[in-house]
């Protein structure tokens, strides 16, 4: 293990918001990107400290309708170093039945809907998602531009409806430091990105931060804060993979 800030920030978020307790058995969605493929290295390392004890369990949910590509083998090896087991299940969705929404929300919406039919047969009580402190401010963004609320994807979210608990331990971490993680660490990149990545509202959001965080470079620190300080999630935003 190296980098020991993204190390620090991620054993820093499962304390501060508490994302893990004794007896947890806890599904990583593992997409091939450099944010889960972190998510999934860091958990399967604390796992093996005494408190709390857990277990870990990754899933790759295949989207047979779009175009990008990871190598599953390369996946399927990095989680058996890990000592994971890897599952993998494929799903897809009709862009043609709901006009309203863009793919990239459908997408997110069914790949989620999958990871969570797969948390309740593997007997998981919690979901890991590599959501990062930049996508969080990112959403929140979103939210306020268009929904005309200031909220965000929380660290720590249980749900109303099943029983599960959504957790993001790399919500503290910023998306420059992952990228210099996955380089130190020597991670396989997609073999085909997926053809919806530079046309969504996200990406409008990185250059909004960015410009923001020249105007103010504490920008990220005092904004996180006030998402912080709001504690309002708005979870399945129309807008969040926009």
Not at 22 to 47: F, N, P
Not at 130 to 148: C, E, K, S, W
Request: neutral net charge; aromatic residues 10%; charged residues 25%.
């Amino acid at each position: 293990m190296k980098n020991d800030k993204v190390t620090r920030l991620f054993n820093e978020a499962l304390n501060r918001y508490a994302l893990i307790g004794d007896g947890d058995k806890i599904l990583v969605g593992l997409s091939g990107g450099k944010d889960s493929l972190a998510l999934l290295e860091l958990l399967a390392h604390r796992q093996r400290i005494f408190v709390p004890r857990f277990s870990v369990v990754a899933v790759h949910v295949k989207m047979s309708n779009i175009p990008y590509l990871c190598d599953e083998d390369y996946l399927r090896s990095f989680a058996e170093g890990l000592g994971v087991e890897l599952m993998v299940c494929e799903t897809s969705f009709d862009a043609s039945t709901d006009t309203r929404h863009t793919p990239c929300f459908l997408c997110s919406w069914q790949r989620r809907k999958a990871m969570f039919e797969m948390a309740k047969t593997l007997g998981c009580n919690k979901i890991a998602l590599g959501h990062h402190r930049d996508d969080i401010m990112q959403t929140a963004l979103m939210n306020l531009t268009f929904q005309g609320q200031f909220s965000s994807m929380r660290p720590l979210m249980a749900m109303d409806r099943f029983p599960m608990t959504i957790i993001r331990p790399l919500c503290l971490i910023r998306e420059k430091q992952l990228e210099e993680w996955a380089l130190e660490q020597g991670y396989h990149r997609l073999k085909r990105e997926c053809p919806y990545n530079d046309a969504t509202r996200r990406n409008d959001m990185k250059e909004v931060v960015a410009m923001l965080e020249k105007l103010n470079p504490e920008f990220a620190y005092t904004f996180y804060r006030a998402i912080e300080k709001n504690g309002t999630p708005l979870e399945y935003s129309n807008n969040q993979s926009q």
